[in-house]
């Protein structure tokens, strides 16, 4: 089994930054792919980061290629989210998610098996 749980969400204003965090249980954390989802009210979950299992590699959703950074530390089995240039549209739920199968990264949500319960964004304009 394997528990994630998020924290660093929070309200700030646009052009602002926040870093989210996620810690993991369990053993082999540094065998998984992670990444990072949000869900905005009344839109369906998308697609933020990931980042493989020895962080050699990272993918970013169009819209906040150039803002946001993915990484992880292994030792802390904990992977981050710096968020910066925050804009209205960025709040949403955030969630991140593990992939236990220790393969290509997937970036999309049915890839992924396990799941925080998300953090909060808001940006105000």
């Known amino acids: 089994q394997v528990q994630l749980v998020e924290s660093g969400g929070g309200l700030v204003q646009a052009g602002g930054s926040l870093r989210l965090s996620c810690a993991a249980s369990g053993r082999a954390f540094s065998h998984y792919n992670m990444g990072w989802f949000r869900q905005a009210p009344g839109k369906e979950r998308e697609f933020v980061a990931a980042?493989?299992?020895?962080?050699?590699?990272?993918y970013y959703a169009d819209s906040v290629k150039g803002r946001f950074t993915i990484s992880r530390d292994n030792a802390k089995n904990t992977v981050y989210l710096q968020m910066n240039s925050l804009k209205p549209e960025d709040t949403a739920v955030y969630s991140c998610?593990?992939?236990?199968?220790?393969?290509?990264?997937?970036?999309?949500?049915?890839?992924?098996?396990?799941w925080g319960q998300g953090t909060q964004v808001t940006v105000s304009s």
């Open positions: 998610a593990a992939d236990l199968r220790f393969g290509r990264v997937v970036l999309t949500s049915s890839g992924y098996a396990y």
């Open positions: 980042v493989s299992w020895s962080a050699g590699t990272t």
